[in-house]
């Protein structure tokens, strides 16, 4: 109940989507809640479908019967419609306790991959698994007889084919169809797979060309190496993310002790991007025209930031862009990390701090458009803004319409102008924040007005 009411509080309106047909839907925040609720819960949000609907990771959960009753574990989750639920680990023995991680989802939802404790596991180490759209769990092995430690980190678009990491020889593996392969060749040592396309084709990692001893982050296609970047003597670049149309990529290039987030693609290769102003900086998502980048990086605290990267506007912290751009207040939260984004770019979950103290996953989507332009009018002026009663109205053409809609999207009033320099009244309105819709000849131009 208390994360219910803590879901309804936090979803607050934040941007419209400026058409000439009609005034358009919302955005949206919204915590992902615990599969267990207690005082040290979290919620570590990982992957998301590409409709955005549903989203998978790891929560506290407490296991309920056997030799570890009670007791504190990660589990993988699937969250959808605002309901988060466990979706299982393998068994273990009495002398294993089970606990798992889900790392990604296939693009139509139906296929969660991760890893999970087994007994077949090294030590403390994990196997790869995949949960099928009936919700049964599959471990994947390894590339080696025994002692296991792998990881599923990505999987293609209709589930078929997973690909990870294989620990114990270092190897990046594809499975298919119940078979679990290396991807490394007596000419090329491909390590970590960390991603793949939509389609299947396309697995980023690291490839070292065996003819030549030189390292390179690439991608992986039909057994042919695509380079991204030569990594540097003394320093590492790692791809952590493909587009779903496998056209871009992004990741981290570490030098000395500073790390460089970078998106690449073929047509405009490999491009850094700057930090939020400390010495750290992933890039862990990019939208499939490549034109939203997001990830984490420290500002000059070194404290760590979910941030959002546009040509347009660069890196800036996402919190910053929701609250200046649209008005979004988080009481509060601090938004750590972006972790995932939809290939439209309009929904992105992360991870941040909670009013509570918590780590508790997130999801936000967005308008049409992230362009702060939408509230700036080209043949219109409003002022003053901020106002503690009347605003005026200065345009080119003549008025047709004025709307005045709160924060929730309902239309509060309608009043009629047909002159060229007018006034809005807003003194008997509550203090906050409101948008000014007004049709001119000219067009429709939307304005962020905050009353005080």
Not at 16 to 21: D, K, L, Q, R, Y
Not at 362 to 373: C, F, G, K, N
């Amino acid at each position: 109940m208390k994360t219910q009411l803590l879901k309804r509080i936090v979803q607050f309106i934040i941007a419209f989507v400026i058409t000439h047909a009609s005034y358009s839907q919302v955005a949206t925040f919204e915590p992902l809640g615990f599969i267990t609720n207690a005082p040290n819960a979290m919620t570590f949000a990982y992957g998301i479908s590409n409709n955005g609907e549903i989203v998978v990771g790891a929560s506290y959960s407490i296991i309920q019967d056997g030799p570890y009753a009670g007791t504190a574990v990660l589990q993988g989750f699937r969250w959808e419609n605002g309901e988060i639920a466990g979706i299982g680990m393998l068994p273990t023995t009495d002398f294993t306790i089970p606990w798992s991680f889900a790392t990604d989802i296939s693009a139509d939802g139906s296929t969660i991959v991760g890893y999970s404790m087994s007994d077949n596991a090294f030590s403390s180490g994990w196997e790869a698994v995949r949960w099928s759209a009936d919700g049964q769990i599959e471990a994947l092995g390894d590339l080696v007889d025994t002692d296991y430690w792998s990881e599923s980190k990505g999987v293609s678009g209709d589930g078929s084919v997973v690909v990870g990491l294989s620990y114990m020889i270092g190897h990046g593996f594809r499975w298919e169809n119940g078979v679990l392969e290396s991807l490394s060749t007596s000419e090329i040592y491909f390590s970590n797979a960390g991603a793949i396309s939509d389609d299947g084709t396309r697995i980023i990692g690291t490839a070292i060309i065996l003819a030549d001893n030189i390292e390179y982050a690439a991608i992986l296609e039909e057994g042919n190496i695509i380079e991204i970047a030569e990594v540097p003597i003394g320093g590492n670049i790692q791809p952590l993310n493909i587009s779903g149309n496998g056209l871009f990529v992004v990741g981290e290039k570490n030098i000395s002790d500073s790390s460089h987030g970078f998106i690449w693609s073929e047509s405009d290769g490999f491009i850094e991007l700057e930090s939020l102003g400390g010495f750290t900086i992933q890039a862990l998502a990019v939208s499939d025209d490549g034109s939203v980048v997001v990830g984490w990086s420290q500002d000059n605290l070194s404290e760590p930031h979910a941030f959002i990267w546009t040509e347009e506007n660069g890196t800036q912290k996402l919190q910053d862009v929701l609250e200046n751009t649209y008005g979004l207040e988080l009481p509060g939260w601090t938004l750590t990390a972006a972790i995932d984004i939809t290939p439209d770019g309009k929904t992105i979950i992360g991870d941040g701090i909670n009013p509570q103290g918590q780590q508790e996953g997130w999801r936000i989507v967005l308008p049409a458009t992230m362009s702060s332009d939408n509230f700036i009018g080209a043949n219109t002026q409003l002022y003053p803004n901020p106002t503690t009663g009347v605003v005026f109205l200065e345009t080119e053409g003549i008025v047709d319409n004025i709307s005045v809609y709160n924060i929730s999207g309902q239309k509060i009033t309608t009043p009629e102008f047909q002159i060229e320099k007018s006034s809005i009244d807003l003194s008997d309105f509550s203090n906050g924040l409101y948008f000014v819709e007004v049709v001119t000849e000219k067009g429709k131009e939307v304005f962020k007005v905050i009353k005080k």
